[in-house]
């Protein structure tokens, strides 16, 4: 029930372009992008509630395939800020529950 | 606005004893949610509540695990007895209703580290 995040770790000089995917076996009612830096709280990027919706914060956007049940998390002209450990949530289609289940995470270290 | 407010921040206990952990959520959210993160198992979803009633409590790995939500404006998760595996960030998170505007997103509190030795 985990969606699948890949790669598990990237390494970019800043300014390169990033992108993160999230799979899951069963089809979805919503994908939640998570950015969580050492020692805090993983910090709300964005949600993606319909098939094929994309959704854009500042550099940093997202698409939602419903049909292959994927999600993309781009990052664009990366800044050093960015560096962290991303984390795509998943809640299934017709759950009747709220479950947001976590996938194990991408680092991103952005280098100057 | 204050966000989800947990206590303590950090814990160290020994072995054998009890451990109860604190969430304040944010204000008319009705969802509260306990996950753990390892290392080793990520960020796990252990239970959550919705306006105060436990919905889903599959996650909660031991009967040495509970958790409580007397009202909506409080939760606890205690563990007695703790255990070394027990050591992690437990955060506390919560959500709006469907209805409000921000109804899908769930905010994370800092989280209390706890170290079980």
């Known amino acids: 029930q985990q969606p699948v995040q890949s790669p598990q770790a990237v390494i970019l000089r800043e300014g390169e372009d990033a992108v993160i995917n999230c799979s899951s076996s069963k089809a979805l009612y919503s994908v939640h992008w998570y950015r969580q830096k050492h020692g805090e709280a993983p910090v709300f990027l964005m949600i993606?509630?319909?098939?094929?919706e994309q959704k854009g914060h500042d550099k940093i956007s997202a698409s939602f395939n419903e049909k292959k049940q994927q999600s993309s998390l781009y990052l664009t002209a990366s800044q050093l800020s960015y560096s962290g450990t991303y984390f795509c949530g998943t809640v299934p289609w017709m759950d009747s529950s709220y479950k947001l289940i976590f996938g194990s995470g991408t680092r991103l270290l952005v280098r100057p | 606005d204050a966000g989800v407010i947990q206590s303590p921040r950090h814990e160290v206990t020994e072995m054998g004893q009890e451990v109860t952990l604190r969430c304040k959520p944010i204000?008319?959210?009705?969802?509260l949610f306990w996950y753990r993160q390892t290392m080793m198992r990520g960020l796990e979803l252990l239970i959550y509540?919705?306006?105060?009633?436990?919905?889903?409590d599959s996650g909660m790995p031991e009967d040495r695990f509970s958790a409580k939500m007397p009202n909506a404006s409080f939760s606890t998760l205690k563990i007695q007895p703790s255990e070394p595996r027990d050591s992690a960030v437990y955060f506390c998170?919560?959500?709006?209703?469907?209805?409000?505007?921000?109804?899908?997103?769930?905010?994370f509190g800092e989280g209390s580290w706890l170290t079980v030795v």
């Open positions: 509540f919705n306006n105060n009633v436990p919905i889903d």
């Open positions: 998170a919560s959500r709006a209703g469907q209805g409000s505007p921000s109804g899908n997103t769930i905010y």
């Open positions: 993606l509630l319909k098939g094929g």
């Open positions: 204000s008319g959210h009705d969802y």
